[in-house]
């Protein structure tokens, strides 16, 4: 029997990896997983263990936060000893977080294929360190599952054509798996936090550029507190390293706990708007026909952009205003499903089946 480990950490993967987890469930190969502990808060990670039923980590490395080089550092040396003892055929790696490049790193130098899912994206800033890794693992990876056109035709020009695969995005099949279940709590979770239908917008901001840079962070909640003035309420589910950040005294602006992701989607699918720096939640927004506006100089969701229905507006509180009274005019229309057709997970394992069996080279 051929057996891969499923190496993640952060909460996006928790994410991706229900449906992958599902269908590799359903093929003769055994999946053995293995938790950095990079997110180690429960509304960061356990609870979406619970929620989503998924089964617990063979392997919690509990590595936690520290510097780059010293979270990834450990996180290496500690998978690094996994992989030696379970000898897998392949190990499947996440998005860009430093998880997914220690995972990649460990696996390669010990001449295990690496298996990269949500490859090919690019924002072409390497001073972010989501940049860094998601490049060095493409360069890695012998299965790239690339979520978009764009990401292809990106992995293309670096030179990667072998091993590369157009599957869709990952996280539409997790989108539709639970669609009944956080369609079912929209109104509950509407009422625990007062807000009504179409008549709120959500706001996430996690990145480094934003979260450890006080001027842009200062700018996004200026900006903020005038989209509040045109009579907009605001939720923030606050990622934990901004929540000493925000202030609590703005009113119409909500900051509360991060949400799990049956609430958080349920609060998507009735809000009127979305204000993020988050890769995940730009496509999420689209998925429930939200518009989005970004708070980022650069989108790795550049198809978003192209059919208006995502607005890249940096930091800068005037381009932030600009953006919500676009959207305020009813003037974002939304065009049918970019993103796969909901099979993404199967196609991975089915390509995966296929290499280990030796049908890819
Ligand atoms: C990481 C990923 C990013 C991904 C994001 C999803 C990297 C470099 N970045 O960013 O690509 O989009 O996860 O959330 O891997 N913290 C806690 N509790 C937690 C987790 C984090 O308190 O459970 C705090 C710590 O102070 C930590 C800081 O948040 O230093 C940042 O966490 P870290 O894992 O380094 O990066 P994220 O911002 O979460």
Redesign the pocket.
Known sequence: MKKIVSIVG???QFIKMVPLSNAISKTDISEIVLHTG????YE??QIFFEEMRLKPPEYHLGIG??T?GA?TGRMLEKIEEVLIKEKPNGVVVY??????LAGALAASKLHIPVFHIEAGLRSFNKKM??EI?RVLTDHLSSLLFAPTEVAVNNLRKEGIKKGVFLVGDIMFDTYLMFKDKYLFHSKVVLQKFSLKEKEYGIVTI???EN?EDKERFESILEGLKKVIKHGIKLIFPA???VRNRVPSDIEGLMVIKPLSYIEMQALLSQAFVVFTD???LQKEAYFHKVPCITLRDETEWLELEKIKVNFLTGTKRENIIKAFEYVMKKKVKFKDNIYGDGNTSLKIAELIKKFLEGEIK
């Open positions: 952060a909460r996006p990079q997110h180690y808060d960061m990670s936060s520290s780059h979270q998005g860009d977080t430093n998880s997914t360190p989501e890794n996690h990145r480094e979260a990622h934990p390293r988050s890769g995940g």
